[in-house]
């Protein structure tokens, strides 16, 4: 008996500081809308990123991890440099690179809709020096163009178009939930 109350409480004191295993992100455009979501997966050889968004131009995007959490619009640039907590080169093509934040390209299709799967190679959620959660978190950006994997220090992708937060609180944590425009005007038109 004692040996099975042991156990149960070593397991018990385990999932207690057990890091987040998975992250589900919204991803918006320059305009503050929503175009899709990002679930992020603590894997073996880093981080799993399921990638759903809509509204992009059809053909390749780069998409990066930045260092700070925030996606200010219209060009999210206060998300920082790409998360590069080692001092490489930027690039995944580079000899002496790549960032930890770079990401191998996305393809949209002729709708502009991508569905996709891309690993975020030593990366981890857990706290350690390569966390996405790091300090207040980080963020996965999306750009116009595709990274051409070796021209410092962004790859030649263009304009950041979408962006999304990676932090330890979860988006149903917070107290706030986003207005849904749709409700409203269906409130109107009921009153």
């Not at 051409?148 to 950041?160: A, F, I, K, Y």
């Amino acid at each position: 008996m004692r040996y099975v109350l042991i156990v149960l409480i070593l397991l018990l004191s385990a999932c207690q500081n057990s890091p987040p295993n998975v992250k589900e992100i919204d991803m918006y455009n320059s305009s503050g809308d929503m175009i899709g979501t990002a679930t992020l997966s603590e894997q073996a050889e880093g981080v799993n990123i399921k990638v759903k968004v809509e509204g992009l131009t059809p053909g390749f995007h780069g998409i990066h991890i930045h260092e700070y959490a925030k996606c200010e619009g219209p060009d999210f640039k206060s998300s920082g440099n790409h998360l590069n907590p080692d001092g490489s080169q930027h690039g995944l093509m580079n000899p002496d690179g790549p960032h930890l934040g770079d990401l191998p390209n996305i393809e949209a299709d002729s709708s502009g809709y991508v569905e996709t799967e891309i690993m975020a190679n030593e990366a981890t959620l857990k706290d350690t020096k390569k966390s996405l959660l790091k300090k207040d978190g980080t963020s996965l950006v999306i750009t116009a163009g595709q990274d051409d994997g070796v021209t410092q220090p962004g790859g030649n992708s263009g304009e950041r178009i979408a962006c999304g937060l990676i932090q330890q609180i979860d988006k149903n944590d917070k107290n706030e939930t986003p207005t849904d425009p749709t409700q409203f005007n269906e409130k109107e038109e009921e009153g």
